[in-house]
């Protein structure tokens, strides 16, 4: 397995999607996710160019954020319990899973604490799946007026995880949906709310997700390889 290869060939998928879809290849942001990967994966990756690295666990992050060698940006994309807030303060830019208020505020006291802001998504659950975390459609303008209003947090759009499906044009409905939710909460003009990020599409289908409007997607397997 090259990790350099595997970058390349998302990054030519990447730039086709999106001019295919009319875009700017540059308006679509890779977060390569090294969950379960050694530190030294994320450093090879780095050596290829790649920047932007997603993690799912607070306590692997923050081990690999010690480890990696190579100038890397970290975003935490998977669940996020409030009382673990604070063993990522400062070591994230973004964080995409902001569900609830009360972990926003944790992240807004904890990043407080060390005089900065923290740019954050709301991930919204828009299958109303019970495995899956997220706020409803129905709940979240309230929670996106609610977060608007903490001092260090910036709130600059949404993420979503839809069903999986083998064909991963099943996603697209999904994609469409939180890009209309988007749209209706940035038609809203809440102060202190943007409304440009759409965290949206993995491995088997951030080429559909481009599509539909994605700025940041979430690929781990195709570049790292299938977790054993």
């Not at 692997?60 to 063993?87: C, D």
């Not at 954050?120 to 019970?130: D, G, M, P, R, Y």
């Not at 994609?175 to 202190?192: K, Q, S, W």
């Amino acid at each position: 397995m090259s990790i350099a290869i595997n970058l390349k060939t998302v990054f030519d998928k990447i730039q086709i999607a999106a001019l295919k879809a009319g875009r700017d290849p540059a308006s679509v942001r890779l977060v390569a996710v090294s969950k379960t990967r050694p530190a030294g994966f994320v450093d090879e990756a780095a050596r290829s160019g790649q920047r932007l690295f997603g993690e799912n666990y607070v306590q692997e992050l923050a081990a690999k954020a010690r480890e990696t060698t190579g100038p890397v940006e970290w975003h935490f994309i998977g669940h996020l319990q409030s009382n673990k807030v604070k063993q990522i303060a400062g070591l994230v830019t973004m964080i995409h899973s902001v569900d609830r208020l009360s972990l926003a505020e944790e992240i807004d006291r904890q990043w407080g604490k060390l005089g900065r802001v923290c740019d954050v998504l709301i991930e919204v659950n828009i299958a109303c799946e019970e495995t899956k975390c997220g706020t409803s459609v129905a709940e979240a303008f309230d929670l996106v007026r609610r977060v608007a209003v903490l001092p260090h947090l910036r709130l600059r759009g949404l993420m979503t995880m839809p069903p999986f499906y083998d064909d991963p044009e099943g996603a697209r409905p999904y994609f469409r949906e939180l890009r209309r939710l988007a749209g209706e909460i940035a038609a809203e003009n809440i102060p202190r709310v943007e409304m440009k990020e759409l965290s949206i599409g993995m491995s088997g289908d951030f080429e559909v997700a481009i599509a539909e409007g994605a700025t940041l997607v979430r690929v781990g397997s195709a570049i790292f390889g299938e977790r054993i």
